[in-house]
């Protein structure tokens, strides 16, 4: 009797085990402060951001950024920003991914999520806005 | 039965390890869901709270 209860037991443990295995995989842990500081920044600065995306000024990168690619469509009075702008923005990007790896345990995890979100911005980027097609060039959505 | 207990313990011992090792390959499916969640809340895709503040806000004006 008490040989079974145990045998029981032990398959129990291992389906609990199994069960808890298919959760971790079934989402990223991304809710951390430091995750959710990066995030409302970026936030923010697509408020600035995004009218250089609907111009061409600034468009998405293939590989998880933004780049500076028409400074003609840039008001002059804003000239001198936009390059602190998108330089912080690609730092955002770069900490976000890395800490994105780093909360789930697994820094090295880091470039591949970046290589999805590159994939991800682009996906969901708006009509008129410029990307990087797989080859480096340019493309207008 | 002691050395059953031992078994079982060692069974979810392994089990633990191989939790670690099997998880080495990257969750592209998990990855894709986590970049959506925070692009939407980046680029504002989903708006459900904003579109409640200016209509509180404009009876008060007048």
Known sequence: MRTTNIARCGWLTLLLLLAGHALAQANLEVNTPAIAALQGS???????????????AVGLTRDGFVELRDVNAVPLAQRQQINGIVAAENQDRTALYREIARANGKPEWENDIRATF???????????WYFQNNAGAWTRK | MRSLTVYAGLAS????????????????A???????????????????IEPAAPSSTSPQAK
């Open chain 2, 30 to 48: 998990a990855a894709e869901k986590a970049a959506d969640k925070i692009i939407d809340e980046v680029w504002q895709l989903k708006k459900s």
């Open chain 1, 118 to 128: 590159a994939q991800r911005w682009i996906n969901k980027a708006q009509g008129g």
């Open chain 2, 13 to 28: 011992a392994l089990l633990l390890q191989g939790c670690v090792t099997i998880n080495i390959y990257f969750p592209a």
């Open chain 1, 42 to 56: 970026m936030q923010t600065r697509f408020t600035v951001l995004a009218p250089f995306y609907g111009n061409g």
